[in-house]
């Protein structure tokens, strides 16, 4: 007689949305500029008058609802300056890119990568098991990516004990992050896009022996026919980005920089093994390029499979990876054969989840050419994530107690989620601040409205908020490739200031 095992499956989940403690919507910030500004104005009121109060009252009260006012999840302030943004670069010709012997750039210059990519360069290094490894470098920001490529097996027929061994090694990997020496971020990408059948039509032409019988040739014909309609090519990447004057002593030494990346490459290789990445090895220099060329290029994926399949890889340079043309519009960005949108997650799951939750939007969509999701992470060394840990707590347990009714749920929830954290990160866990992105290509501009509702459902399935990236398009796209480009080195205020407000 057997009974049914009691055991659940684990669930996950525990994050914050890091915020700081003021009045109602209000970050800390801006609770002190309301304070200033009621002290500013009951004191015009009294040597001025009622009327330069109002007048004063006016300037302060103008900012504070432009940072206060949501819309759509974002401050009204927020809302404006990318509107504005986008208009400047509307006017400047910003938004379009073209190359080619009819335009002003040189000849020589070849198709560089636009926009926020443009002044990125390759370098390459070697590591300790003789691998040749791709560095991308950004001079300006003296950063340094490292690209892993890992071909997992995925969870099919596989126990959920395995599973589990596999969340908890990847837990694992996000923890080293923290310690890391230099790391200012990592970028996982998974990348799919239907089969071209290219590979598998070459492995049988090439193992085919005339002597087969005839009904085993017509049963593999008819396999290499129909597999690419039911297959994907699937690819995921890891992107680990470096900053070089944190790893050296002398960060603009680009030669002791590298020997330092490729000395450190294989512990985290080792590392995403454990977490499931299957074979894990990094993507040389010569690879790079045509990983960013087949994603402004989608059409030539076959050309590059096909390739690849006989032996015979495409080499590029890095100059060679961009489009020949491409133009940024408010909702979607179109780049040669074509048009992209992304998506940018605004609320993760709420609750716990098991750890199966991302499947429905990591797995191939018939409706896109190509489809990226990216997780990208930034990390806090253990001393940062003590502090952020005791602030989240000092701040959940003040917005829960700030109201005069009785504390909500959803209040006490946070409270217990900030306390959790902070007892865990005492015990030795590391604090990741994460976002997710998602990109999808379609072939054809007409269907792109059907592909925006795919991806709506997608998310759904997942249990995520998605808001299309309106405005930064370009940028949004470079941010979902596997090139290390990370938007908070990059912005114009620092994460710290924007927390407060």
Request: hydrophobic share 45%; glycine share 10%; net charge neutral.
């Amino acid at each position: 007689m057997s009974t049914a095992s009691s055991e659940r499956a684990p669930l996950y989940g525990n994050w914050i949305k890091p915020r700081s403690a003021g009045i109602g919507p209000l970050g800390l910030g801006s609770t002190v500029a309301v304070f200033i500004g009621l002290v500013i104005v009951l004191i015009v009121s009294m040597t001025a008058g009622g009327w330069a109060a109002l007048v004063v009252a006016a300037v302060f009260a103008v900012p504070l609802a432009l940072a206060s006012i949501p819309v759509d999840g974002r401050p009204l302030a927020v809302v404006m300056a990318t509107q504005g943004g986008w208009l400047l670069r509307w006017m400047r010709r910003g938004h379009q890119y073209r190359t080619g012997a009819l335009t002003n750039l040189p000849i020589s210059a070849g198709r560089p990568l636009p926009g926020v990519l443009a002044r990125t360069k390759i370098l390459s290094a070697v590591d300790g098991y003789d691998n040749s490894v791709g560095v991308i470098y950004r001079p300006g920001k003296n950063l340094y990516t490292v690209v892993l490529r890992c071909t997992a097996d995925g969870a099919g027929l596989v126990e959920r004990e395995v599973v589990d061994n596999w969340v908890a090694g990847y837990g694992g990997f996000l923890a080293t992050l923290g310690a890391e020496q230099g790391l200012r971020g990592a970028t996982v990408v998974v990348d799919t896009a239907p089969d071209t059948g290219t590979r598998l039509r070459g492995e049988y032409e090439r193992t085919l022996s005339p002597e087969a019988p005839a009904v085993a040739q017509a049963v593999m014909s008819e396999v290499v026919e129909r597999y690419p309609a039911a297959s994907s090519d699937n690819a995921v990447y890891v992107a680990l980005t470096y900053a070089g004057r944190e790893l050296v002593r002398n960060g603009r030494d680009t030669d002791a920089v590298l020997t330092e990346i490729a000395r450190q490459v294989p512990g985290l290789a080792a590392t995403l093994i454990d977490a499931g990445g299957g074979d894990v090895e990094p993507v040389s220099a010569v690879e790079l390029p045509a990983i960013a060329r087949v994603a402004y290029d989608p059409a030539t994926h076959a050309h590059f499979s096909a390739a690849t399949a006989a032996g015979d890889p495409i080499e590029l340079d890095w100059s060679e990876a961009g489009p020949v043309a491409a133009e940024e519009a408010w909702r979607s960005y179109r780049h040669d054969s074509g048009t992209s949108m992304t998506w940018e997650m605004t609320r993760a799951p709420a609750g716990t989840v098991y750890s199966h939750v991302l499947a429905p939007l990591l797995a191939p969509h018939p409706a896109f050419v190509r489809k990226r999701v990216a997780l990208i992470y930034r990390p806090h060394d253990p001393g940062e994530a003590t502090r952020v840990t005791e602030r989240a707590s000092n701040t959940a347990s003040f917005t829960a107690k700030g109201g005069k009714g009785r504390v909500s749920a959803s209040a006490e929830r946070v409270v217990m989620a900030a306390e959790q954290a902070e007892r865990e990160v005492a015990a030795g866990a590391g604090v990741t601040r994460f976002a997710l992105m998602v990109t999808v290509t379609v072939g054809d501009e007409t269907t792109l409205e059907e592909a925006a509702a795919a991806v709506s459902r997608l998310g759904q399935r997942s249990q995520l908020t998605l808001r299309r990236c309106y405005g930064h398009q370009a940028a949004a796209f470079a941010t979902t490739l596997p090139v290390g480009f990370l938007p908070w080195e990059h912005a114009v205020l620092p994460t710290s200031v924007r927390d407060l407000l």
